[in-house]
């Protein structure tokens, strides 16, 4: 009897979760692995801030009981890093030395906050939020009524932003290029919103840069951070966001190209015939424009890892999914965004 199909799925986010919910619904037989760097079974990560509304059980946050993958015949494999594809041999190699192959593979490791290059020496004093333990360092480091220092203010920032100040947190939001991305705003569109923010009282800093930030102790908030005008800053955790960089670094001998993100056909399959892309680490034809495109957001990643499974099992669906893309104050003075996926 034919050995059944191996799908190898790296990364257990919205994509891959979607992925190998998919492939199962569609081939009761075949194999499925899945790699995930998280401690974590899959959760959505747009729930973090809600650690500060006392949400601080992971097990609150599951989007499936641990009991899911053993009954649908998918084996988890979490605290594993994918270090390298072999994209002829059709092989995945772990950290851990061990090799694994796969008779087709799906990449949605996603993506991480991007640092700015300037910023790069001090990633060591910027806390992420980006998994559920970064998200608990945050919350563990703040003080009760303390201050975040924001740099950037991507949505996904302003997401936890409107969480802290709900919950009895002070916010300086240092302005950059990435500020609402991924929306694509004029200097004319950000001013309501910068305003509806000072509003909420957040201290909104606009026309100077970050350029340093160094530790304090001796009972002053733990950060000082540095402006590229003089200003110097405190607060009691400094985080960045900034928009995203895609995990592709795994990715350079697999035989397929890569520009930001892995270039997918709208099938979502790369240039190896083995191998598709789903989610933030991708990046979609479109046809129209005659360019790769990034389709951010959680709307757009959950129908993503699930057509490129439908494709794997043989359809030749192409991605034509563009969540529509908005931003604007309401009559209320809250801001609202198309991206969001807010809980109150
Ligand atoms: C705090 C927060 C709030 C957000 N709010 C919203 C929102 O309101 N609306 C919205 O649309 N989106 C929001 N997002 C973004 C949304 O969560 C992402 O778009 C979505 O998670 C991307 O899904 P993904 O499956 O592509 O990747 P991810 O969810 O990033 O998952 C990547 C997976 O790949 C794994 N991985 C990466 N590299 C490797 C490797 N080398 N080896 C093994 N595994 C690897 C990771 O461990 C992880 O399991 C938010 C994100 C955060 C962090």
């Not at 110097?232 to 697999?254: H, K, N, P, Q």
Request: hydrophobic share 40%; net charge negative.
């Amino acid at each position: 009897m034919a050995e059944p199909h191996h799908h190898v799925i790296i990364g257990s986010g919205s994509a891959g979760f979607g992925a190998a919910k998919t492939l199962r619904e569609g081939d009761p037989d075949c194999r499925i692995t899945m790699f995930t760097m998280d401690a974590i079974p899959f959760y959505h990560r747009y729930r973090l801030p809600e650690v500060f509304r006392g949400r601080t059980d992971w097990r609150d946050l599951l989007a499936k009981p641990p009991s899911f993958y053993e009954e649908n015949g998918i084996t988890l494999r979490r605290r594993c890093r994918v270090v390298d594809v072999d994209g002829s041999a059709h092989v995945v190699s772990l950290a851990h030395q061990e090799t694994v192959p796969f008779d087709s593979l799906l990449v949605a490791a996603g993506g991480r906050a991007y640092l700015p290059e300037n910023l790069s020496g001090h990633a060591h004093l910027i806390h992420g939020f980006g998994s559920f333990e970064a998200a608990m360092r945050v919350y563990n480091d703040l003080p009760r009524g303390g201050r975040v220092v924001m740099i950037g203010g991507d949505m996904i920032g302003l997401d936890l932003l409107l969480t802290l100040l709900d919950t009895g947190y002070r916010v300086t939001l240092i302005v950059n290029a990435q500020t609402f991305w991924p929306h694509e705003l004029t200097a004319e569109q950000r001013a309501p919103l910068l305003e509806a923010l000072r509003g909420k009282g957040v201290d909104v800093i606009e026309n100077a840069r970050a350029v340093g930030i160094s530790p304090q102790n001796g009972g002053a908030p733990a950060r000082r951070v540095a402006l590229d005008d003089g200003r110097e800053i405190e607060g009691d955790v400094v985080m960045a966001f900034c928009g995203l960089a895609t995990s592709v670094e795994f990715m350079l001998r697999a035989e397929v190209d890569i520009e930001r993100g892995l270039l997918v056909s709208p099938e979502l399959q790369t240039t190896n015939d083995a191998i598709w892309a789903a989610g933030d680490i991708c990046q979609i034809w479109h046809d129209g424009e005659k360019a790769y495109k990034f389709y951010h957001g959680w709307k757009n990643v959950r129908v993503m890892g699930q057509l490129a499974a439908r494709n794997i099992l043989g359809a030749h669906e192409p991605f034509d999914v563009d969540v529509e893309d908005r931003i604007w104050v309401d009559e209320d003075g809250e801001i609202q965004s198309t991206f969001w996926t807010r809980k109150p």
